[in-house]
């Protein structure tokens, strides 16, 4: 009878901690490919992870209180959504500031991102945010604006693209 209601509270324990766990999806897009067409907003709950070229959302969902929602709010009023960051292991709570440093290293080696963004640092900053699509996503005008010409807004988010990182 004891061995049947240890399972009984670990059973219940395990049911109300999925039940407490929640879905977070994140926007993605508003990024630039060569052609300087620029993505649509869209949204995922599949983490992206932070060492590798962007391909895609991994298989992971994000669920749980460990994950968080990244955009750069770049000159030129683009603000590109990159997605869920995160996970439960340790290295998880390092993946937004991984990402980051990948994102900046990517518009740093672009001149024209260098020149709308000091140091490749978003002009605008960084959101970081834990609730569901709650990170910006909107592309800017591509005629010239106050901060950014048209023409090294493309060049410079487009570098952005390619930055986009993801580790295992």
Do not use: H
């Amino acid at each position: 009878m004891t061995r049947f209601s240890v399972a009984t509270v670990c059973l219940a324990l395990f049911a109300a901690n999925k039940a407490d766990a929640q879905t977070l999806s994140c926007n993605v897009g508003a990024s630039m490919d060569l052609n300087g067409a620029v993505s649509a907003c869209s949204t995922s709950d599949l983490r992206y992870k932070d060492n590798k070229p962007f391909e895609g959302p991994s298989g992971t969902t994000c669920e749980g209180n460990q994950y968080a929602c990244l955009s750069g709010n770049w000159a030129g009023d683009f603000d590109t959504a990159y997605g869920c960051f995160g996970g439960g292991s340790e290295d998880g709570v390092n993946q937004i500031e991984n990402a980051k440093t990948k994102i900046i290293a990517g518009c740093q080696a672009s001149p024209t991102c260098l020149a709308a963004n000091p140091d490749g640092v978003p002009t605008r900053g960084w959101t970081s945010c834990t609730t569901s699509n709650c990170n910006p996503c909107e592309a800017g005008p591509l005629t010239g604006g106050a901060v950014v010409s048209a023409p090294s807004l493309v060049l410079g988010v487009f570098a952005l693209v390619f930055s986009f990182v993801s580790q295992v």
